[in-house]
Each structure stands twice: as structure tokens, then as C-alpha cells.
């Protein structure tokens, strides 16, 4: 079992409908959650971090932890066709330094925003 | 806040060749992480550091790789005898770690081409 699994895509959606990403991780000491988007050719970009259980917004992103299922997901509303990326989801653990250190990525999702 | 800083952005070498990569991380930030992608995959940690201190290598990085962050500022990162295998983006990314937390930002890579 892959330490963080995200499914490849490509999700495709229309302009202004919400794209859901989904991702599920398999450390259950994995603590603080990460989003980013990364364009073809470029570096990740971070969107948002999470650390707790529930939902947290920002603009049109939300992002949502559920520690017990060891599921993080990302809602994008009003997708734009520049929202067309790979997103990334990332976690990282405690460490035995008792801070947190090194990103442990999926493979990403492609998405498609449509016209 | 200038961000992360790589350089070259792309080198391409031939097999056998030894190739060196800078990295100049956000100016107050205290960690530097090394990363590489290859393609449809997510980054694979390679190295960090606290200031100069290495803290962690990955298990997967041949001898042939070595970091450093000799004043705990610029990190370079060093292949030597590179491999076709070695052809990929080496990402660099930085925090500052406080508490728990460790938000990680990322330059724009290097594109490393083993002809």
C-alpha cells in the first residue's frame, strides 16, 4: 500500500462547477496535511495546509481532514479553466524530534476544467 | 520575500559527469529540503537540513549524491558520475520550522537531462 494514494485522473469538470480531490494516506501518525497545485513544467505550488479535523476554507478552496477515515480532500468551487493542474496532496508525521519534517507526496490528479 | 531560488534552472550533461545545483532558501527560514520528480510522480524526499546540520538522508540516495549547507544559508546539492537514471527535476523547498509545524515552499526546480 502506497504511504499516500491519490487517483491519477484526469478529472474532468465544466467551468464554475466544484472539482473534488480526494486523498488517503496510510501513516496514522501522519499529522499536518498539504495541498499543492502544480502546472506542467513548473513546481508545486502550496494551495493549503491542514492540521485538524474538519473543514478549513480559503477563497474558493476547502480543504477537509477526517484523521479517523485517513482521507483529506480538496473542494475547488467555481472552477476556472486556470485551475487546469495536477494537485499534489502531501503529509508529513512527527518525527522522533517531536517536530514534523519531511513530505510525503501522492502521485497527484490531473484536472480538467472545461469551457 | 524573494522565495526560493534554484540554480541553473535546467543542465543537461553527459553520462559519467559530475553536475552541482544551488539552492537559496526564503531568507529567514531555518530548513531546506531536497526533493526530485520524475514524470507522473509525486517529489521523493531526498535530504534536509536545520541550518547546517543534515538531519535525515533518504534510504533510496546513492553515494553518488551529496548536500550541503555549510553556513546554514544556500544549500548545494551534488551528483557525481551521473546516470540516465539521474535525469529528472530536483526541487528545493524551505521553512521555517517552529512548533510542530513545517510549511515547505518550493523554488522552480532544476531539470537535470543525463544524454
Known amino acids: 500500500q502506497k504511504e499516500v494514494e491519490q487517483n491519477s485522473g484526469p478529472l474532468s469538470v465544466p467551468e464554475g462547477a466544484i472539482a473534488s480531490l480526494n486523498c488517503t494516506y496510510s501513516?496514522?501518525?501522519?499529522?499536518?496535511f498539504f495541498w499543492y497545485r502544480q502546472y506542467s513544467g513548473k513546481s508545486p505550488e502550496l494551495i493549503m495546509s491542514?492540521?485538524?479535523?474538519g473543514d478549513k476554507e480559503d477563497g474558493r478552496f476547502t480543504a477537509q481532514l477526517n484523521k479517523a477515515s485517513q482521507y483529506v480532500s480538496l473542494l475547488i468551487r467555481d472552477s476556472q479553466p486556470s485551475d487546469s493542474a495536477t494537485y499534489l496532496c502531501?503529509?508529513?508525521?512527527?518525527?522522533?524530534?517531536?517536530?514534523?519534517?519531511?513530505?510525503?507526496f501522492g502521485t497527484g490528479t490531473r484536472l480538467q476544467v472545461t469551457l | 520575500d524573494t522565495g526560493v531560488s534554484q540554480d541553473p534552472r535546467h543542465k543537461i550533461t553527459k553520462r559519467g559527469q559530475n553536475v552541482t545545483f544551488r539552492c537559496d532558501p526564503i531568507?529567514?527560514?531555518?530548513?531546506l529540503y531536497w526533493y526530485r520528480q520524475t514524470l507522473g510522480q509525486g517529489p521523493e524526499f531526498l535530504t534536509y537540513?536545520?541550518?547546517?546540520?543534515?538531519?535525515?538522508k533518504s534510504r533510496l540516495l546513492s553515494d553518488r549524491f551529496s548536500a550541503e549547507r555549510p553556513k546554514g544559508s544556500f544549500s548545494t546539492l551534488e551528483i557525481q558520475r551521473t546516470e540516465q537514471g539521474d535525469s529528472a527535476m530536483y526541487l528545493c523547498?524551505?521553512?521555517?520550522?517552529?512548533?510542530?509545524?513545517?510549511?515547505?515552499?518550493f523554488g522552480p526546480g532544476t531539470r537535470l537531462t543525463v544524454l
Open positions: 531568507s529567514e527560514h531555518n530548513r
Open positions: 537540513f536545520q541550518n547546517e546540520a543534515q538531519l535525515e
Open positions: 523547498a524551505s521553512s521555517l520550522q517552529r512548533g510542530g509545524t513545517d510549511t515547505q515552499y
Open positions: 491542514i492540521y485538524s479535523n
Open positions: 502531501a503529509v508529513n508525521r512527527w518525527e522522533d524530534t517531536g517536530t514534523a519534517s519531511k513530505l510525503t
Open positions: 501513516d496514522r501518525v501522519s499529522q499536518s
